[in-house]
């Protein structure tokens, strides 16, 4: 079967560095995709990998090695509206997004 | 409007009554597609549609139905409701141009359902 790991909470203190990581068996792979969720709200688009390597984008950057299956997103100067859960999906050969359960990011001051 | 809009925002149903879930998007996008999002679970596919006039089964599909008659459109409907569909229920759209770039999926607002 198709399976997205991620873990389900991390804790990180404002103005500190958080990685969160992603692990995925899909049947395929199309590129893979980071997006934010805060609490009651809709996912919001952060980034997109499909090549190995880093992707920076202001605080935020989003690493892949596709031969280990990972990936990982990198925030940086942690901010307290950064508090919500980060939700990693991989696009597999059907071209369907397989979505990971989320990773509760709660920031402390 | 700019987007992707849902309603209703949230909503009690009765176990056994017929409910639609509507989705619009201004963007032009071609593929549009429904979720549900339970807790402790990933976003789950039910339906989607890569462009007006045609759809498919997602991961989920059982005890619900779409239609795309327009590019704009995409509702959801939940034929007799049981309440095992109790969840936040997520539409989005993307380009729909495959092998094009990211092809990245929106989001609309939610609308949280419970069937008691």
């Known amino acids: 079967g198709q399976n997205i790991d991620q873990p389900t909470e991390m804790t990180a203190t404002e103005g500190a560095i958080v990685q969160i990581n992603c692990t995925y068996q899909?049947?395929?792979?199309?590129?893979l995709f980071w997006y934010q969720q805060h609490a009651g709200e809709a996912p919001t688009f952060l980034s997109y990998?499909?090549l190995d390597g880093l992707e920076e984008k202001g605080r935020f950057s989003s690493f892949l090695s596709r031969s280990k299956g990972y990936s990982y997103l990198l925030l940086k100067e942690l901010q307290m509206k950064d508090s919500a859960s980060y939700l990693c999906a991989v696009r597999d050969s059907n071209y369907q997004l397989i979505w990971g359960a989320g990773t509760k990011l709660i920031i402390k001051p | 409007i700019a987007g992707i809009t849902q309603a209703p925002t949230s909503q009690i149903l009765a176990a056994g009554r017929r409910m639609t879930l509507r989705c619009t998007q201004d963007m032009r996008h071609n593929a549009m597609y429904w979720y549900r999002q339970d807790l402790g679970l990933g976003l789950r596919l039910i339906h989607y549609?890569?462009?007006?006039?045609?759809?498919g089964k997602g991961e989920v599909p059982d005890g619900y139905s779409v239609s795309r008659a327009n590019t704009d459109d995409f509702p959801l409907t939940l034929a007799s409701a049981v309440p095992s569909q109790t969840s936040v229920y997520f539409c989005?759209?993307?380009?729909?141009?495959?092998?094009?770039?990211?092809?990245?999926?929106?989001f609309g607002p939610g609308t949280r359902l419970t069937v008691l």
């Open positions: 549609s890569n462009t007006a006039g045609t759809t």
């Open positions: 899909t049947s395929g792979f199309n590129g």
């Open positions: 989005a759209s993307s380009d729909g141009t495959s092998g094009a770039g990211s092809d990245t999926q929106y």
């Open positions: 990998n499909v």
